[in-house]
């Protein structure tokens, strides 16, 4: 447990405020980290802005609501950290990124389980949010939600540039065509894939939600398929997507998987993506299963 309020004094927070403004101006990086972060949430909110006078509203102000809340994340986690009272797992400092990131909720969740305020709340946020409602009232909720996610993700920034995280080396001669079967591979700020299954010729891949958007929640496969012909082999890959996921998300996540595979096997490459609404895990049922049913239902 712990009272965000005593982590935040006001020496600390400059110094974290300092630091942090002086990579945007040098650090292009983490420039670019931040302005994905941005434009992500930006397009989802500016999909409810119907006049010249709510674009801009959205186009003024949102971007330090997103720098805000990434602080308050990135504050709040070193304080976390630096605080010798508060015991981190041990086990976080060599789980590899993309476990971390997902796992980062969990993670504060837990610090601050028996604190009634919210860790996440920044004047600036707050402010926003409350502008919102007068002027873009349908967006409340995706604002509501972006203020919460950006600052987890600053969390994650801070514990995986902390000195005592190492992560697990990754044996390069494991990874598949899509990435590592040893760590969750982000498509986007709320989407990843996690390996299922592979052979020479073929790998499948699932994609979940951001636990901090939803834990467990489907929304996709893919697979890529290595196909013999007389000549060079030709590369199907094939994503389902579900249709919760926006069309204009659905092509950058398609664009983000193109691009992880080799040159020479996207040279040869034919793409194909379904929209679908669920999935269904059919297991097939051996002789040995149905003869104990029978035998059940007998007895």
């Known amino acids: 447990m712990a009272n965000s309020e005593a982590l935040e004094t006001s020496d600390f927070s400059n110094v974290i405020w300092n630091e942090l403004k002086e990579r945007i101006k040098t650090d292009k990086e983490f ?50 950290l630096s605080d010798s ?17 997902n796992s980062i909720a969990t993670i504060l969740s837990s610090i601050f389980e028996d604190e009634n305020t919210d860790w ?38 801070a514990l995986i540039e902390d000195s005592r995280y190492t992560g697990t080396e990754i044996d390069e001669t494991m990874s598949l065509r899509l990435g590592t079967p040893l760590d969750l591979e982000f498509l986007s700020p709320q989407v990843f894939m996690q390996a299922q299954y592979s052979t020479a010729q073929n790998e499948i891949w699932d994609l979940f939600l951001w636990t901090a958007v939803q834990k467990d929640q489907w929304v996709g496969s893919v697979s890529v398929t290595s196909i013999a012909t007389a000549e060079l082999p030709v590369y199907l890959l094939e994503i389902k997507l579900n249709e919760t996921i926006t069309l204009e998300e659905k092509h950058e996540i398609t664009n983000q998987i193109v691009l992880r595979l080799p040159e020479d096997v996207r040279e040869l490459l034919q793409t194909r993506l ?12 051996s002789k040995r299963d149905e003869k104990q049913k029978k035998e059940e239902l007998t007895h």
């Not at 009272?85 to 990131?101: H, L, S």
């Not at 379904?274 to 049922?285: A, G």
């Open 274 to 285: 379904y929209h679908t609404t669920d999935l269904e895990i059919l297991v097939p049922t």
């Open 31 to 80: 420039i670019d980290e931040l302005q994905g972060i941005y434009y992500f949430y930006e397009r989802k909110i500016l999909k409810h802005a119907t006049t010249d006078k709510q674009n801009e509203f959205v186009y003024k102000q949102f971007e330090d609501v997103v720098f805000s809340q990434f602080f308050q994340g990135y504050l709040i986690m070193r304080a976390v």
């Open 120 to 157: 996440t709340y920044t004047e600036v946020g707050h402010s926003f949010g409350i502008q919102v409602l007068d002027e873009l009232s349908t967006a409340f909720d995706i604002v509501k939600d972006a203020r919460t996610e950006i600052a987890f993700y600053g969390a994650y920034k």
């Open 85 to 101: 009272e508060i015991q981190a797992d041990q086990k976080v400092w060599t789980m590899n990124k993309g476990f971390v990131r």
